[in-house]
């Protein structure tokens, strides 16, 4: 059920900036955005909105939010956080589903699929991409790129599909069933990737025309796409200013959108400046060829792709002036109703907008803050016009009386630059508000003009708290100033003082008023700092609220003191009176304050205001004690519309509602989620109360609609309500005074060997609801602690004698009589040895210490006269009290003296002693005679300055308390990081519990191994520094090539990916099967198998067989791998017969070859070794899937050998588990595959020694396996049937060569002279490999003419080549001939590309091309290019032919396509030379087909050539 909605209407928290998705509403018409770390909730219609709910659980900024659009889901959506977290919620209920933590780095884009109802994709900056399935709880990483992801969007089109933008520009499509294959890669924007869209429908080419489309296609090598049919549309936004369309079906652009500049931005904004723009996109949902996108100044724009020009695009908003947003915007997301479709945009002007897209004009503004809302104020003559001071350096006056747009507001930005933190209208001048901010200043904005604001010459120190309109005091209130304005602009702040400031001349220097206040009441000593005030409606009395807790009540004008209040011990917050309108007389002297400890206090001022005292009175007891909050008072509120009802907000999160008259609550409100700042009671409705906080809202609500009564109680409210009940006992209260008292005797005391202590706890302190860890929002900060006072404690002397009497006692007990000693000849040898030893070691002479007092002691080196006139001096000054100028004991010639003076004679000797160990660097000494002295503070700050502190220094500092010792363990610190002495340094950081600025100090100087033996000592396990002071030593580690250790450092930072990762950068066999067996030990299987799968086949590649089987072995699940081992190695063995490879490696098993066919051996040797059988039916099963999973490269011709047969070996390994599962279609597509690898390769010795090894009887053997096909498919039957063609193809060459005598007869004929060696032509068919010699004489008849002719029997000739007529085939001819006709059509537009661009280039530079393009264009490796082509060769005629042949691949059947084939032309050449040589060879029906085709399909270049000696 859904979650009751506490307050009535809500300024929700901007949504958070520069995030790619952070915005998304759903069918319902529900609105979310992220706000901080929560998501809200907005019910939205083209009319109206209301916010209606949010969901809270993240603990840091939200980054990502979409919702399901799946049907039936629509209330269901997801969100992802800085904080690690994606998380799946209900917004019905506003409850959580689930979540998952699985990324490691910041989430940076978040999207739901719009097919999968249950599959929520994100992104993280460090390219990882993680797709959740949460409804089975199942997640799977993805990482197609190393780069930093900025959005992703899934496909509407293909489930699987997604398309990711990475910072630096990228774009890729990714397939995630096919573990993230990275379909399409998209270049073309250059900066960073800001959004992507999809187009919502399949649609046809919209948007260029036909010939423009080829054209492109051409250009590009593309690959015939059918223009008929639909494709599937990207849209993507780019920080280069650009939005671009990309065809994802052939992944490529069609089409750049560039950014207009709008001239109605003036000059002030450079589009060029790409830091402004922020460029989101949008497509429509009913609007296929229409694009949203954002521009530079926060403006919104239609893009439609079927026009050009100046028409492609229309402005949002240009109907009425100022409907645009006014910053760059960061969302776009829209929904489309019954009537209309609505957008709904999210800016930098904290504003989000709704649009309607077939007016384009904006339907409502609803706006955020960006900040901790500080403070309210209504004006009290535009009612209902709210001032809201906010965090954001932004006021907004906000209308709450509209009705047609409920969050009507204005914004006031201009000349602020910090936090506003205190706002006050102007009583008289409706247009008036002043302002205080952050940084100190005070000043005034006009509402009814755009003007920037007056600013106030006077700065405050801090920040300023309060803002006040009252009466003129001294100076303004004399002479003709007061005639000029009635009202005065009065600041505190946190400096504590209170400036008075003339409104109309803000230029002026603002007066402080307590020196009107010390002259008026005649106050000689320092005032309190001041933390709030508060002027009394009808303007004669002021109330100032101070830092110590009192509160001052003076009377207008002259600010005369006329009582104290002392109630309050802590910094006073807010102080309100109550209305002047009250219908109860006592009502209208009642004033409430609040504090930091928690507890409300209203005193009726009624007797001192009617009958003022002569003389200041205190007051301590208050008229009403308001007990509930359990955390400090931030601010009060009077209901203008009742009497003595009061409301207050607290850091406790709550506001409370009181009935003063009455003393009891009547309704606390919990709709905020954090501290409350500000409060305001509405001046128009007596049920609706306005709140602020450091949740970034403002919430209306109404009192009568609150469930609770009271704050929620906790320990602290337990301990208020204790306060209560002890305040009556008047013993506490002495008992507190007294210890009071005594403190401030002992306040000024010297205490040096002492404790520094603070007195005996006030009860206030107790019951404080203040809160340590106070932020931001934090009012008053500088006096939340109570001043503590020193205490003198009796320390006893240390007893230095100590260690000497036990040495005493311990001799005399070793003396004592009766006590048995070794014998005397022992003890008188080990004596003697003792004193050899001593006089040995013993020094020539012991120096004398230096005198710490060297010029006194100097003195004593004087003759006899002087000493003798020294003691009469002393005498007669201790005496007669008679003192010369030219006699001072302690000083000058007399210094000596001093020592035998009183005190103030001995300290001057001291400073001059003190003076000379400075000249000569004796530091030691002068601290001593400082500590003697008792300035032990003075001894502190030299050796701090000189830097000169040492171990005894900083250990006796703490005899001045604990602040001291604090600060001169800190210089310390500083002093040993000076002298290089790093460790030292950190351990006496430790010892002032700054454990993580140790770490960090050993960090800096690459101590990584004593910081993490630190920080493993002094830290939690889990303490993230521990961590990433690992991860820091792993990369300088592994920098440094020390890979080992690096992984070490990995391991214990828990992450094993990379501890293997850089284990395996060592790539030696060692390492890589360390790497592998360590992944396996923590669980990175794939890991491990890969890096099993690379030692093995590097292994493989020195045939190693051996060792490559132990490597799987110790590997499971890689058992079909084990296979291809096996077989490469039986292939082999079967391959060294041939002589086609010799083996020369040790290292194999004794595996023998007998007579059994390659098939069968391979069979018999998985059963033996493996236990692999066809019984075993689900294991060949997975075993087929195994192998089928992994995907070799097409081969080339320069494909190494070794790695050739490697693929091989595994084809074949498919084929035999082909072959045990009886799948006969899969196991003739395998053979032609295999057969096709070895064509590729152009090796055909190894494709027909495969052949024999697979397909023993040739073509029988085929048609052994096609019997045995229940129902044949039309793929199986054309698979089957090229591969009878490769046979054949094999066959042909065999007859060639040897079976038809052509080999012989071709010998004989250049022996006899009768074929010139110079004239025989050799043309390489398409592959290079395959020759075909057409040869010449001298009179050019060909060879044949002057050869004996064969006879041979007509029957024969049909027998041995019927195989031929498979090869015949005129369907493969049509298709491999277009193919080769289009690849030379690419090659010759190729070539004219390169001519222009030659041709521009040599113009750019001045140089006039004289080169002819035909002439450039057929150069020696385009000549048979240009004379296969008998047209002209223009672009037109070549895009004609290059269509024409396109339509002519479409009309072949894909079954033929999909199938390799053995070169038809080539095989009728082959023929038709088997005749010319040995006449009657060839049937004639055969010959004549062969040179049918030649003539029907031998128009390439490569076969006119060849075909030459044939057809003269």
Not at 362 to 382: A, H, I, R
Not at 404 to 413: A, E, G, V
Not at 1264 to 1275: C, Y
């Amino acid at each position: 059920m859904k979650l009751t909605k506490m307050h009535e209407r809500l300024l929700p928290p901007s949504p958070n900036w520069y995030c790619s998705r952070c915005c998304d509403v759903n069918p319902k018409g529900l609105l979310g955005f992220g706000g901080k770390n929560s998501v809200y909730l907005l019910s939205v219609t083209a009319t109206s909105l209301v916010v209606s709910g949010e969901l809270k659980g993240h603990t840091e900024r939200v980054s990502g939010f979409a919702f399901c659009h799946y049907p039936g889901q629509d209330d269901i959506c997801a969100s992802c956080s800085d904080d690690g977290t994606v998380k799946i919620w209900d917004s019905y209920k506003q409850i959580k589903l689930k979540e998952h933590k699985n990324h490691q780095s910041t989430i940076t884009a978040l999207h739901w699929s719009p097919l999968v109802k249950d599959l929520v994709v994100s992104g993280d900056e460090k390219g990882i991409v993680i797709c959740y399935w949460y409804n089975r709880n199942d997640t799977q990483c993805f990482f197609p790129e190393p780069r930093n992801i900025f959005c992703l969007s899934c496909s509407p089109h293909n489930e699987n599909h997604i398309a990711v933008g990475y910072k630096d520009g990228m774009i890729v499509i990714i397939d995630i069933s096919k573990k993230s294959e990275v379909i399409h890669r998209l270049r073309g924007h250059d900066d960073e990737i800001h959004s992507l869209a999809w187009c919502h429908q399949p649609l046809e080419e919209f948007y260029v025309r036909h010939d423009e489309v080829l054209e492109s296609e051409v250009a590009s090598g593309g690959n015939g796409v059918d223009l008929a049919g639909k494709e599937c549309y990207l849209a993507s936004g780019s920080k280069d200013q650009t939005v671009r369309v990309w065809s994802t079906t052939r992944g490529k652009g069609v089409m750049t959108l560039k950014l207009p500049f709008l001239k109605r931005r003036g000059a002030s904004v450079d589009p060029s400046v790409k830091e402004r723009l922020w460029l989101t996109v949008h497509w429509c949902k009913g609007r296929s060829t229409q694009i949203v996108s954002s521009c530079f100044g926060g403006e919104l724009i239609l893009w439609d792709l079927t026009k050009s020009g100046k028409q492609k695009w229309t402005l949002f908003g240009s109907s009425v002036d100022g409907q645009n947003h006014t910053r760059i915007a960061f969302n776009l997301c829209s929904i489309l109703t019954e009537d209309r479709e609505l957008i709904f945009s999210t800016s930098m002007d904290r504003d989000v907008k709704c649009w309607d897209l077939s007016t384009l004009d904006c339907c409502w503004t609803v706006p955020s803050l960006g900040g901790f809302v500080y403070c309210l104020n209504f004006s009290p003559l535009d009612t209902g016009s709210l001032a809201v001071g906010v965090g954001d350096n932004m006021i907004r006056t906000w209308n709450t009386l509209t009705i047609q747009n409920r969050y009507d507001t204005k914004i006031f930005w201009q000349g602020i630059k910090s936090k506003v933190t205190a706002l006050a209208w102007h009583p008289l001048k409706e247009n008036w508000l002043a302002f205080g901010t952050d940084d100190g200043k005070v000043g005034i904005f006009d509402t009814y003009s755009n003007r920037p604001p007056q600013i106030s010459a006077s700065y405050h120190r801090k920040t300023v708290y309060t803002l006040a309109w009252g009466p003129p005091v001294p100076p303004l209130s004399f002479g003709g100033e007061r005639e000029k304005q009635s009202l005065t602009l009065y600041s505190c702040a946190g400096e504590g003082t209170i400036f008075q400031h003339n409104a109309w001349k803000l230029t002026e220097e603002a007066t402080d008023i307590d020196k009107v206040i010390r002259e008026t009441n005649g106050i000689k000593h320092k005032l309190q700092a001041h933390s709030d005030l508060n002027w009394k409606p009808d303007g004669k009395i002021l109330a100032v609220g101070n830092e110590d807790g009192s509160i001052e009540i003076f009377q207008a004008l002259d600010l005369k003191l006329l009582c104290s209040i002392q109630q309050h011990h802590k910094i006073i917050n807010a102080l309100c009176w109550h209305h002047d309108h009250a219908s109860q007389e006592d009502a209208s002297y009642l004033l409430a304050s609040g504090s930091n400890n928690a507890i409300i206090y209203v005193h009726n001022l009624k007797n001192l205001i009617v009958t003022p005292p002569d003389t200041p009175i205190t007051m301590m007891e208050p008229y009403r004690t308001l007990i509930g909050h359990t955390a400090k008072i931030t601010g009060l509120s009077w209901s203008p519309h009742h009497d003595g009802r009061l409301v207050s907000v607290c850091y406790d999160g709550t506001a409370q509602v009181w009935d003063v008259m009455k003393d009891e609550p009547l309704c606390n409100y919990r709709g905020h989620k954090g501290r409350l700042l500000c409060v305001q009671w509405s001046p128009v409705d007596p049920d609706v109360i306005w709140t602020g906080g450091d949740d970034f809202t403002v919430q209306e609500w109404r009192v009568s609609k609150q469930e609770h009564l009271k704050p929620p109680k906790g320990k602290k409210g337990i301990e208020l309500e204790k306060k209560r009940t002890s305040q009556a006992k008047p013993k506490a209260r002495k008992k507190k005074k007294t210890s009071v008292k005594e403190c401030d005797k002992q306040e000024g005391s010297d205490v040096v060997n002492g404790d520094v202590e603070s007195c005996s706890t006030r009860t206030e302190d107790i019951a404080s609801g203040a809160d340590e860890d106070e932020e931001e929002a934090e009012k008053k900060d500088p006096h939340l602690t109570v001043d503590s006072f020193p205490t003198q404690t009796k320390v006893l002397p240390k007893d230095i004698g100590y260690h000497r009497d036990v040495q005493v006692t311990a001799a005399s007990e070793k003396n004592k009589p009766g006590v048995k000693s070794w014998s005397a000849k022992c003890d008188s040898v080990k004596e003697e040895k003792k004193r050899e030893k001593q006089e040995m070691q013993m020094p020539v002479k012991k120096k004398k210490a230096r005198s710490i007092l060297p010029l006194s002691t100097c003195m004593d080196h004087k003759s006899k006269e002087e000493q003798l006139q020294d003691c009469l001096t002393l005498a007669t000054v201790q005496h007669s009290g008679e003192l010369s100028s030219q006699c001072i004991p302690g000083s000058g010639a007399h210094i000596h003296l001093g020592l035998f003076e009183k005190r103030d004679a001995l300290y001057k000797m001291f400073d001059e002693e003190g003076r000379s160990h400075i000249e000569g660097g004796h530091f030691d000494s002068l601290f001593y005679l400082l500590l003697w002295k008792g300035d032990l503070a003075g001894a502190l700050q030299i050796a701090t300055e000189k830097g000169e502190l040492t171990d005894h220094l900083v250990a006796i500092s703490s005899m001045a308390g604990y602040q001291v010792w604090a600060r001169t363990v800190e210089a310390f610190v500083k002093q040993l990081c000076f002298q290089e002495q790093f460790v030292k340094a950190a351990s006496y950081l430790l010892s002032v519990h700054k454990v993580y600025e140790a770490i960090d100090l050993l960090k800096s100087q690459q101590l990584y191994r004593e910081a993490i033996a630190l920080a493993k000592s002094r830290l939690p396990s889990e303490d993230p520094a521990l961590k990433d002071l690992y991860i820091s030593w792993a990369l300088v580690l592994e920098r440094d090539g020390h890979y080992a250790a690096a992984a070490k450092c990995y391991l214990a930072s828990d992450s094993t990916y990379e501890a293997v990762k850089v284990i395996a950068k060592k790539s030696d066999a060692m390492s890589l099967r360390t790497a592998a067996e360590i992944a396996r030990v923590v669980g990175e299987s794939d890991l491990s198998h890969t890096l099993s799968l690379r030692i093995a086949k590097e292994m493989l590649l020195d045939e190693d067989w051996l060792g490559a089987q132990d490597v799987l072995r110790a590997q499971g699940n890689l058992l079909g791998h084990q296979l291809i081992f096996a077989t490469n190695e039986l292939f082999y063995i079967f391959l060294e017969t041939t002589k086609l490879v010799k083996r020369s490696s040790t290292s194999a098993y004794s595996w023998t070859v007998g007579h059994d066919p390659f098939i069968e051996t391979v069979i018999k040797l998985w059963e033996t070794e493996f236990n692999v059988s066809s019984k075993d039916c689900d294991k060949m099963h997975l075993l087929y899937q195994q192998l089928k999973s992994v995907e070799n490269p097409p081969a080339s011709v320069n494909v190494p050998f070794k790695q050739l047969l490697f693929h091989l070996s595994h084809d074949i390994t498919v084929i035999i588990v082909s072959f045990l599962r009886s799948s006969w279609s899969e196991m003739i597509s395998d053979i032609l595959g295999v057969v096709n690898r070895c064509s590729e390769a152009g090796n055909y010795c190894l494709m027909r020694e495969v052949c024999k090894l697979l397909l023993p009887k040739g073509i029988d053997s085929i048609l052994s396996i096609k019997d045995m096909l229940d129902s044949p498919d039309v793929d199986t039957l054309a698979a089957s049937h090229s591969l009878e063609a490769f046979v054949a193809y094999i066959q042909l060459y065999e007859m060639w060569w040897k079976g038809s005598g052509t080999e012989l007869q071709f010998e004989m004929d250049v022996q006899r002279g009768s074929i010139d060696a110079g004239e025989i032509e050799l043309v390489y068919d398409e592959s290079g490999d395959h020759i075909i010699e057409n040869s010449t004489n001298g009179n050019g008849t060909t060879s044949d003419e002057c050869s004996p002719k064969k006879e041979l029997c007509h029957s024969k000739q049909e027998s041995s080549l019927s195989f031929c007529r498979n090869l015949l085939s005129e369907t493969h001819a049509a298709l491999q001939t277009t193919q080769h006709l289009i690849k030379e059509i690419q090659e010759k537009l190729s070539s004219m590309v390169h001519f222009h661009m030659r041709a521009a280039e040599s113009k750019k530079n001045g140089e006039l091309c004289r080169e002819n393009p035909e002439t450039d264009l057929t150069g020696p490796t385009e000549a048979p290019v240009a004379q296969s082509i008998e047209e002209p060769e223009s672009l037109p005629s070549l895009i004609a032919l290059l269509s024409e042949y396109n339509k002519t691949l479409t009309h072949i059947p894909d079954h033929i396509k999909r199938n390799s084939f053995p070169d038809v032309l080539e095989c009728c050449l082959i023929l038709l030379y088997m005749e010319r040589s040995v006449p009657s060879s060839v049937p004639e029906d055969l010959a004549e087909q062969a040179r049918s085709l030649i003539r029907k399909y031998g128009t390439t270049v490569t076969y006119k050539k060849a075909c030459r000696s044939f057809f003269n």
